[in-house]
């Protein structure tokens, strides 16, 4: 089985624009954002390959990346 990975829903690219103390504060905030509460979940999140994420969480997260300087947050 083959896995679909929506590049255009995936965050990776901005966690990896956060700087490395301000990445646990990011990190939490984005769990709260999506409502998971395991790695995996926020993982599959970060990675595009959960594909169910709604505008409005889309704009926070943007907004949350936004607020670290981070103007591109979308993509692998």
Do not use: H
Request: hydrophobic content about 40%; proline content about 1%; some cysteine.
């Amino acid at each position: 089985m083959q896995t679909t990975i929506n590049t255009s829903k995936a965050f990776r690219k901005g966690l990896r624009e956060i700087k490395v103390k301000d990445a646990p504060d990011v990190r939490e905030a984005i769990f709260k954002i999506l409502g998971v509460t395991t790695k995996q979940s926020f993982s599959n999140y970060a990675n595009g390959k959960t594909v169910n994420l709604d505008v409005d969480k889309a704009r926070q997260i943007e907004a949350l990346f936004a607020s670290y300087g981070v103007t591109d947050c979308w993509g692998i």
